[in-house]
């Protein structure tokens, strides 16, 4: 599976948007991007997955550049319950489902301050 | 809709004791089934995983056993638990489009 690169760290003021960044340089034709999300000491929350075209659901947009070397997941209005580790993860789909072998890294921790 | 169940939330277990985690899935028929391990201030370790009953596969050399005796129970179990054993554990299940993660359980191996 492909490797993400994600910066540690972020703040974001409440109400703003936050833009959380991600490169999978090495990322392969059938691998997909995931962000998931977890708040201290609870089981990471699914937010959203894209191959090639953006996507967007009730809680987030996933912008993935024309190469798919990068991605971004954007939080529009963030709130300070966004508080949170946020993973990026790219991999092809495992006997039909979408985790099986997926590794996760250390993710970014977004803080969003009031 | 599909729900998780994960137990116990904390556990304190001494040095050597055994250890039984158990996670079952409601809503869903054969899932792949998942036990993660989170070291404090790590990433996810993917442990265990199974894609039937009495499958499973294994992702590091470890203390730690999986079984799966039934389509939507995993159990995660350790004969002799050691200290580097502590950590935060989750089970994770997904079928075609859709996964999810439990609410997962804090060892503490003193």
């Known amino acids: 599976d492909a490797k993400t690169t994600q910066p540690p760290s972020m703040d974001c003021a409440e109400g703003r948007a936050a833009n959380l960044p991600c490169n999978h340089s090495?990322?392969?034709?059938?691998?997909?991007v995931y962000w998931y999300r977890q708040i201290h000491s609870q089981g990471p929350q699914y937010i959203i997955h894209?191959?090639?075209n953006n996507e967007t659901n009730e809680m987030a947009s996933l912008i993935i550049t024309e190469d798919r070397k990068s991605s971004t997941l954007i939080l529009p209005h963030a709130t300070l319950r966004d508080t949170a580790v946020y993973y990026c993860?790219?991999?092809?789909?495992?006997?039909?489902?979408?985790?099986?072998?997926?590794?996760f890294g250390r993710g970014t921790q977004l803080t969003v301050w009031p | 809709s599909q729900t998780i169940h994960q137990w116990p939330a904390t556990l304190v277990q001494p040095v050597g004791s055994p250890l039984s985690l158990e996670c079952t899935v409601e809503g869903t028929s054969n899932p792949n089934l998942y036990w993660y391990r989170q070291a404090a201030g790590r990433g996810l370790q993917l442990l265990f995983y199974s894609v039937g009953i009495g499958q499973i596969s294994s992702e590091v050399p470890q203390n730690l056993s999986a079984s799966r005796p039934q389509d939507r129970q995993f159990i995660l179990s350790s004969k002799k638990l050691l200290l580097s054993d502590s950590g935060f554990y989750l089970c994770?299940?997904?079928?075609?489009?859709?996964?999810?993660f439990g609410s997962g359980t804090r060892l503490t191996v003193v």
């Open positions: 894209g191959l090639k």
């Open positions: 993860i790219v991999r092809a789909p495992h006997r039909g489902s979408t985790l099986g072998r997926l590794y």
């Open positions: 090495t990322i392969s034709g059938n691998e997909y």
């Open positions: 994770a299940w997904s079928v075609i489009g859709h996964a999810a």
